[in-house]
């Protein structure tokens, strides 16, 4: 499975999208502050993620989503969930 993902930062008032096939590494990863921009937004919060069965399928939507490049869009599907914080 692979999934892709809304993180929301707080701290800088940032989302950040991504797509992976371990959600929680990846947001532990995120918090750990691995790179650059993960590090200035800590703690990063999980807002929203789609499941999918193929990388390219997960990868493709990531892209499609930044493409927009609209965080009112982001915001819209963040809300569609019903919760701030889905379950995997």
Known sequence: MYYTYI????I?????VGSTNDLERRLADHNRGKDKFSRQGKPWQL??????ETRAEAFSRERAIK???????????ICSTGSEHPDL
């Open 7 to 10: 993180l929301y930062s707080r």
């Open 67 to 77: 493409k927009k490049k609209s965080r009112v869009y982001i915001e819209k599907l």
């Open 47 to 52: 807002m929203y993620f789609e499941k999918y």
């Open 12 to 16: 800088i008032d940032k989302y950040y």
